[in-house]
């Protein structure tokens, strides 16, 4: 069986507080990739436990934690007592902000229920899904969606158009949990949702760069300084969309020029930097 996980982007994240639990309230927009992860998950009816392999052992030791979370989560609520070879062909860049260990944890979820038959009700799944992290609801979805709280409500939105996304991604990563922690000495700026959703639903790519926000770009910028250099490049080279994703480190630039995000493509590779072209996925809301 073989199952695809699909990248995420942030085209709006303001963090409105910290809980005392540590946990931070969001307000986000995002949007699923056609960049993806491939997730092959092989049956073993008499083995004792799971076995997870990656292209390469860097990216196995970051990323398959999730998969490991998810089908931990399920023994220990569910009895389960499946076990699988699972292989990932990686994709998805790691300390990016894309959610790729998020779209991997989904994934799983999905086969190991399917090969369990395991049934959950959707409250069940969602309080499941956010024990695993919190865009891990919006990745069991993948479809363009206002995102709130938590990562707890996830409410599909309209897109009236079909952006290529060309992605940098800097040669520093940055931790989501150092990102956040470092977050709560600043005071953080905000911006305006609602503008962004008018500007997605309508296709006014005018008002979409202007309201394209990301409130943690300026602890990331600070942190990680190459990721304020990609983004004045990308602004510099014509793109009128372009933001941090998530944390960081990746930027994008959204664009219907599919000839001026060729040419960039190109050139970023040139320069040496690790670059991703691909395209959003289509909005399920007509």
């Keep these: 069986m073989y199952v695809k996980a699909p990248a995420k982007i942030n085209l709006y994240l303001d963090v409105l507080g910290r809980r005392e639990n540590g946990y931070h309230d969001l307000d986000m927009v995002m949007l699923p990739l056609e960049l993806h992860d491939t997730i092959s998950f092989e049956h073993v009816p008499n083995a004792t436990y799971t076995h997870i ?12 934690n999730l998969i490991h979370v998810t089908h931990e989560l ?19 860049p790691i300390y990016a902000g894309m959610g790729g260990g998020s779209a991997n944890a989904a994934a799983a979820l999905k086969a190991f ?58 040669k520093e990563g940055l931790s989501t949990q150092k990102v956040f922690a470092e977050s709560d000495k600043y005071e953080l700026k905000h911006g305006n949702v609602q503008d962004v959703l008018k500007a997605l639903e309508t296709g006014n ?42 944390t960081g480190s990746c930027v994008f630039a959204l664009t219907t020029n599919y000839t001026l995000a060729v040419s960039k493509y190109i050139k970023y590779q040139r320069k040496g930097y690790e670059v991703f072209l691909t395209k959003t996925l289509k909005s399920k809301i007509k």
Excluded: W
């Design 53 to 64: 392999v990656s292209d390469t052992v860097e990216r196995q030791i970051i990323n398959h």
């Design 74 to 92: 399920l023994e220990k609520e569910y009895g389960y007592k499946q076990n699988f070879v699972v292989k990932v062909h990686k994709e998805i």
């Design 113 to 170: 229920r399917k090969y369990g038959k395991i049934k959950m009700s959707d409250q069940e799944e969602l309080d499941f899904c956010l024990k695993i992290g919190a865009d891990v609801p919006f990745c069991m979805k993948s479809v363009p969606a206002h995102v709130e709280g938590l990562g707890e409500k996830v409410t599909p939105i309209k897109v009236k158009k079909q952006y290529y996304v060309l992605i940098i991604k800097p």
């Design 205 to 246: 790519d005018t008002l979409l760069a202007k309201s394209l926000f990301n409130s943690l770009e300026e602890v990331s910028f600070t942190m990680c300084p190459e990721v304020k250099k990609v983004k004045e490049m990308m602004l510099k080279d014509g793109f009128k969309c372009v933001l941090m994703t998530g």
